[in-house]
């Protein structure tokens, strides 16, 4: 062999082991196997109730065979388009929930119930639950998801995996685990040991007794004369280090702090506040704006917040104290939130980890 | 010679370093996103402007776009900066103010300077809110983008605001993908990574928001930058204000299809870069004002890296002439573990970064393209480097900065 050709050779053999390399490029240039945008989904607004939306459309289809369940009074199955296996409750038989040799006590079913439903203690519902009146749950159950059109009541110590939103009020016993999406377009009221996660009423109420929840929220300790947006025009006073705003001390403008912050008891901010560290506020103090901490938050008992309040990462509520009001909803959001019974907040309280609802001390 | 390519290397490292930092802090670290889940507020009033100069391909889509979000309509209004275009685009404007009376204001401009920072700067007599967002025409927002770019203006320590940008030609051809991958990068892993470490998340100026308190303070639009979104970012800096960034504000773009395009695009990003690192550079370091030290410390190093294109050129020409004087930098065993170290670690740096956000993205396939990055890399550098030459000779020249549109695409009027 030539000097030559063992050069050639050696080039082609090089050039050949680099486009090896370049093969997987190459081949998903001319396939563009994964060329398409990256799915931003225009339509998705965040909506808390985009899965209810999604079922009751997926469920629509039943709603004629339930009428007619419920004028005569009988149940009927069927299967969906999707395969998943459906009971139509025409009457308030809930021995139809499982079969009769059922081991566990384990519902398969999409249930679509017609009337009012009292859950036995204990079912697991594997499938989606749809009520068309009051939904009462017994203790420790298990619900994928609920879709109810009426109130629902879950029992103590039960469980809703997915979601659940009901058109009137949401009430959960003592216990309940809460994971995704909650709402109801009335009233959210959980009691004390209650795990929650996204929770979206008109008023979300925890632990309070009957007699207080009708005063609860009506009556704002202080009453602010502008929109809360209006707000977040304030002028602001940046500080460097930690603050500390005296008790009953009135403070017009926005504050942002470096460090940390404590807002005396009976302070009035009326503007936003940020604080970089950890932020305390003292009973009775009343912020008209926004309440932010990079860190952690301590809101004393019977505060009033008017705007969002945001934790980067927890926040602890005590009792007595409101976010928002009925006519200016807001957002509590961290990713664990501790709320004790008593309080009150108006919107979404979103707790992206854990939210708890604990027993005054 | 030596000490100076010296230096260059440990500049070159410090980047490679902090392109590692950033990455590893995406894949394993605290993720901030401390206002996506704000979706309930008394909302405020906001301003929305579109820039617009000769966009009849693309502002349609925008304004069509806009008038579906789930913002409340009483709220918000949209003006189109029609910037002295001599297309369709003050027609098509029009006929949607028709069709949706009291919530589109337009302002057509037919002179003054150049530039959509001098576009701006002029619209903003029609604005009367504190929360403006700011949009190039050829982005489209989905329903919920602008509750999401508003939320952070509840905090008052935010000055400005920036979102994703996505672009939707990726599968046009090899350099709408390469940018696709480039895009990812800088946003998904980039950007988040400066949110999460309280760094300086970059204002874009566009799928972006600014508090018009914090614009007043700082002197408003300056229209003698090349890069109103770079110069805005550091200007809200000085002054105390935060720029942040929301990696889950997704918008798509229209990228440049052509690398004629590309090349002015890069090139006029070069030189407004470089225009704010002449500005604030220095007084970002050592000057007396709010900004934090890793602040300071990042800010310029996000300052500098138009500049690391030449430097770069500059390397590789110096480790020539060291090698051809016969110049030996390090010896021995510690020459080939360095060489050895940089070339399975610090050439890969930005690829690594690139191949994270792919992964965080659960995007595959198109990680196969990765090594062709090398092409567009070399582009960049040498277009960058041009762009720096060119700024240097201006005042010898005479040649004036002028700002280049960037062309469309999109063939559906």
């Known amino acids: 062999m030539s000097a030559a050709l063992a050069t050639a050779g050696l080039f082609a053999l090089a050039g050949a082991l680099f486009l090896l390399s370049l093969m997987p490029a190459i081949v998903e240039l001319r396939l563009k196997r994964d060329a398409q945008a990256l799915n931003v989904i225009q339509q998705y607004a965040g909506d808390i109730r985009h899965f209810s939306f999604g079922f009751r459309s997926y469920a629509s289809d039943l709603l004629a065979s339930l009428e007619r369940c419920v004028a005569s009074g009988e149940t009927a199955t069927g299967t969906l388009a999707h395969g998943d296996q459906y009971l139509l409750l025409g009457r308030a038989d809930t021995a139809q929930l499982l079969p009769p040799s059922a081991s566990e006590k384990t519902c398969d079913f999409v249930v679509v119930a017609g009337t009012e439903l009292t859950v036995p203690h204990g079912i697991t519902f594997v499938k989606e639950l749809y009520a068309s009146r009051q939904l009462t749950g017994g203790k420790n159950c298990t619900y994928r998801a609920i879709l109810s059109d009426d109130a629902v009541r879950l029992g103590r110590a039960s469980k809703v995996i997915r979601w659940a939103h009901a058109a009137k009020s949401i009430h959960a016993e003592q216990d309940c685990d809460l994971y995704g999406r909650i709402s109801s377009e009335i009233e959210i009221d959980l009691q004390v040991g209650c795990l929650f996660q996204r929770l979206h009423a008109p008023r979300i109420a925890f632990g309070l007794p009957a007699a207080q929840k009708d005063s609860a929220g009506a009556l704002p300790l202080v009453q602010p004369t502008e929109p809360i947006s209006s707000f977040i025009a304030a002028g602001r006073r940046l500080v460097d280090g930690d603050l500390e705003i005296p008790a009953r001390e009135i403070v017009e403008g926005s504050i942002v702090t470096r460090g940390g912050l404590h807002i005396g008891a009976g302070a009035q901010i009326l503007g936003s506040v940020k604080s970089n560290h950890h932020l305390t506020v003292d009973s009775g103090a009343f912020v008209a704006g926004s309440l932010i901490s990079a860190t952690t938050m301590h809101i004393g008992a019977d505060c009033q917040i008017g705007g969002p309040v945001i934790a980067e990462h927890e926040i602890v509520i005590e009792s007595g104290s409101r976010c928002g009001t009925f006519d200016r909803p807001t957002t509590v959001s961290a990713p664990v939130i501790a709320v004790e019974e008593g309080v009150v907040a108006f919107g979404t309280i979103w707790a992206r980890h854990e939210g708890h609802a604990v027993a005054k001390p | ?413």
Not at chain 2, 162 to 172: D, K, Q
Not at chain 2, 295 to 313: N, S
Not at chain 2, 394 to 404: C, E, I, L, M, V
């Open chain 2, 1 to 413: 010679m030596i000490y100076c390519l010296f230096a260059i290397v440990a500049v070159i490292s410090l980047y490679t370093a902090r392109h590692y930092w950033f990455t590893l802090n995406r894949l394993f670290g605290f993720q901030r996103h401390p206002y996506i889940d704000t979706d309930t507020a008394d909302w405020p009033q906001v301003t929305i402007l579109v820039a617009a100069h000769n966009e009849e391909k693309v502002i349609s889509h925008i304004l069509a776009a806009l008038m579906g979000v789930n913002y409340p309509p009483e709220k918000m209004l949209v003006v189109p900066v029609n910037d002295r275009s001599t297309d369709k685009t003050r027609e098509i404007i029009d006929r949607f103010c028709q069709d949706h009376p009291g919530r589109i204001r337009p302002f057509h401009r037919t002179g003054g300077k150049g530039g959509k920072a001098a576009a701006l700067k002029d619209a903003m007599e029609l604005v009367a809110t504190e929360v403006i967002l700011i949009f190039d025409a050829d982005y489209i927002p989905g329903t919920g983008l602008i509750k999401q770019l508003v939320a952070p203006f509840f905090d008052p320590e935010v000055g400005g605001v920036m979102g994703r940008v996505v672009p939707l030609n990726v599968g046009t051809n090899l350099l709408t993908r390469l940018l696709d991958l480039e895009r990812s990068g800088g946003y998904q892993v980039d950007q988040q990574a400066r949110m999460n470490l309280h760094l300086v998340p970059q204002h874009g100026g566009t799928v972006a928001g600014v508090r018009l308190s914090a614009l007043r303070e700082i002197g408003g639009w300056n229209d003698d930058s090349l890069t109103e979104d770079t110069d805005l970012t550091y200007r809200l800096l000085l002054h105390g204000w935060k720029t942040v960034y929301q990696n889950r504000s997704e918008c798509y773009e229209e990228v440049p299809e052509t690398w004629q395009v590309r090349i002015k695009q890069i090139m006029r990003w070069a030189k407004g870069h470089n225009q704010a690192l002449a500005s604030y550079g220095l007084r970002l370091l050592f000057g007396k004002h709010r900004a934090t030290l890793r602040e300071r410390i990042d800010g310029f190093l996000l300052l500098g890296v138009y500049i690391m294109a030449p430097v770069t050129l500059l390397g590789w020409l110096l480790a020539l002439g060291v090698f051809y004087e016969g110049i030996a930098p390090l010896h021995g065993v510690i020459a080939l573990l360095s060489i050895t170290a940089y070339s399975a670690v610090g050439n890969f740096a930005a690829f690594f970064e690139i191949a994270a956000a792919a992964r965080l993205d659960y995007t595959r396939q198109r990680i196969c393209l990765l090594p062709f990055l090398i092409l567009g890399f070399g582009v960049s550098i040498f277009s960058v480097s041009r762009a720096f030459v060119s700024q240097l000779m201006a005042p010898f020249t005479g040649a004036q900065f002028h700002w280049d549109k960037t062309e469309r695409f999109r063939t559906t009027p």
